[in-house]
């Protein structure tokens, strides 16, 4: 199988400039010189900003989406949990330049700038309602070809949405690092690593500087325009309960009540220094309250859907009978329902290596190829701007 992963994965080629900044992923600096984390505009990537309403029973709800594009088919695309339609700015400005295509990227319920009157409620079922209604609103009751791609848990509704045959015009689906086995094996740990993260920020650069060195985005041009969808200044930073964490010039520091205690009870010189360093971190601490900025969405608190975006993904992403792709960042993170499937030619399978866990937003350029590719292969759409299908099919 591995050496069936080689053989089809594509060759690599000189990524062509987006429509933003240059890339920063592998960013060389000369001597002297700091990399820019100063936000980036969503104009950049995207011709278009609106907000959809989607009427229900007892309320109505605002969706947020970005979009480019007026002819060709549309790629509907699903963030990951805690991201935002920004998350896929590099990504749709490349993929638009290769192919003829619509790019929507819609913020799901409760994240970036959608507003919902039951934000609480982030099953899946819900969600992938969610996606058909706006879906109809968008396109009415004749809308064009949709090609679902999702990122983890957005691969995860995209399969659902799928699945339930919300998307009448449904040409195939991309599912984004994400796999059953994986994803709950590793739900035991997601709240020690979303304790890990920091609470709060400085500012919107703070943010930025923080998700690149920490690895959560490694692109530096992605994190540029997508970490604003991630997180929002604080609505009572004043009255808000004690800090834990703070970043203060792109590092984080910990605040122990033990050390400051320590530090109180110290004597002398040990003890001025103590309560000099104290002095530092309550100015620091009210500097943050001032005007800090924290997550957009507590996700420790989505617990209990977790288990129902996951369970029964792979079979439920099996039985769809439209075209598959499947991208990964790792070929380890395969179970082994969808190894057989693979074996057996079900989907298309690629892994993109030296990615972290938001691969779109990593590698943009090498994504939009595979799907370019898999688009251009099953003839859902044409290639322009000079784009080359190398798939030994096309």
Request: contains cysteine.
């Amino acid at each position: 199988m591995e050496k069936n992963l080689h053989l089809n994965r594509l060759p690599s080629r000189p990524p062509l400039p987006a429509r933003g900044i240059q890339s920063g992923s592998k960013m060389r600096m000369g001597p002297g010189r700091k990399r820019d984390f100063s936000p980036v505009p969503w104009s950049q990537y995207f011709e278009n900003m609106e907000d959809v309403e989607v009427e229900n029973e007892t309320s109505t709800d605002t969706f947020r989406i970005y979009s480019s594009g007026s002819e060709g088919p549309v790629l509907l695309l699903l963030h990951g949990g805690g991201h935002s339609a920004l998350s896929w700015a590099v990504f749709s400005a490349v993929i638009f330049n290769w192919i003829k295509c619509r790019v929507v990227a819609v913020d799901l319920r409760a994240h970036g700038d959608t507003t919902v009157n039951s934000s609480d409620d982030l099953s899946a079922d819900t969600m992938s309602k969610d996606i058909g209604k706006v879906i109809e609103v968008l396109y009415g009751e004749n809308p064009p070809p949709i090609m679902l791609i999702g990122h983890s848990m957005g691969g995860a509704i995209a399969v659902h949405t799928a699945a339930a045959n919300l998307v009448p015009s449904l040409l195939g689906i991309c599912v984004i690092d994400v796999v059953e086995g994986t994803a709950m094996d590793a739900l035991n740990s997601m709240q020690n690593f979303l304790r890990s993260r920091p609470k709060t920020f400085k500012s919107l650069e703070n943010a930025i500087e923080w998700s690149v060195k920490s690895g959560q985005i490694r692109n530096l041009e992605s994190a540029r325009v997508s970490m604003g969808g991630q997180v929002k200044k604080c609505e009572d930073p004043v009255g808000s309960p004690g800090i834990s964490k703070t970043i203060i010039e792109g590092i984080i520091e910990e605040e122990e009540e033990e050390e400051e205690e320590a530090e109180r009870e110290g004597g002398g010189e040990r003890g001025n220094e103590g309560e000099s360093n104290n002095k530092r971190k309550k100015e620091d601490d009210l500097e943050v309250k001032e005007c800090p900025y924290t997550w957009r969405i507590e996700l420790a608190k989505t617990e209990k859907y977790w288990d129902g975006w996951f369970r029964g993904l792979s079979s439920l992403f099996l039985s769809c009978s439209v075209p598959k792709l499947l991208l990964l960042a790792g070929v380890d993170r395969l179970d082994k329902d969808l190894t057989i499937g693979q074996m057996q030619g079900k989907f298309q399978m690629q892994v993109l290596p030296q990615c972290g866990h938001a691969v779109h937003e990593d590698a943009p350029e090498k994504v939009a190829e595979a799907l370019a590719t898999f688009m251009v292969r099953h003839k859902f759409t044409e290639t322009k701007g000079g784009f080359q299908c190398m798939f030994p099919a096309c």
